[in-house]
């Protein structure tokens, strides 16, 4: 049978940026040397796009 163990210990660092034009997520996982970022694109109640 397998033992499955939660630990506490594991930890996601996440960093939000949010600006009028594009908001930014950066991603770090302790440990490791690569971070993930991602750029959403904002859109403005006033575009014709956002309905």
Same mark, same amino acid.
């Given at each position: 049978?397998?033992?499955?163990?939660?630990? !506490?210990?594991? /930890?996601?660092? *996440?960093? $939000?940026?949010? !600006?009028?034009? /594009?908001?930014? *997520?950066? $991603?770090?996982?302790?440990?490791?040397?690569?971070?993930?970022?991602?750029?959403?694109?904002?859109?403005?109640?006033?575009?014709?796009?956002?309905?």
């Amino acid at each position: 049978m397998t033992k499955v163990e939660h630990t !506490s210990d594991a /930890r996601v660092l *996440v960093g $939000i940026d949010i !600006s009028k034009h /594009r908001h930014e *997520v950066l $991603i770090a996982v302790p440990g490791k040397t690569r971070r993930r970022r991602m750029t959403i694109l904002a859109l403005s109640r006033c575009s014709p796009l956002h309905t």
